[in-house]
Every structure is written in structure tokens, then in C-alpha cells.
């Protein structure tokens, strides 16, 4: 399709309609190439999600814990 187009533009005669349609066609053909539905990533850190972490302080003998939910976006 886009070489069909790229021939009828080119067989045009005014430059200015010629260069129109150059960049119309190739506009379209760069929007019909960037609809895609897959998506490919590879994460190099941590994972999304939500991790539990548990603080835990001591002072001699006495000992505190908490907990916290962390979310990693």
C-alpha cells in the first residue's frame, strides 16, 4: 500500500502537492507502525509490588518492631 502511494505521489506534477502527499504518506505510515498491543520491558531493578518490611530496634534488653508496607511503582 505505502509503495502504491509512494508511486501515485511521485507521478505528480506541482512540487508543493507532491511534497504534501510525500508527508502525509509517511506520516501514516510511522503512526500505522507505532500501533502495536505488545509491550516489552525488561526490569533491571526491583519488581512492582508491595513488599512487607519489619524494622526491628534494640536497647539493651528491650527490643521494638514495626512493620511497614513498601510499594514500589
Known sequence: ???LALMFVLGLRRRKIRLLLVAIVVLGMLFMASCNDYYY???TGT???TFPV???ATVGTVK???GIALTVL
Open 1 to 3: 500500500m505505502g509503495l
Open 41 to 43: 520491558y525488561t526490569y
Open 47 to 49: 519488581l512492582p509490588g
Open 54 to 56: 519489619t524494622i526491628t
Open 64 to 66: 521494638h518492631a514495626t
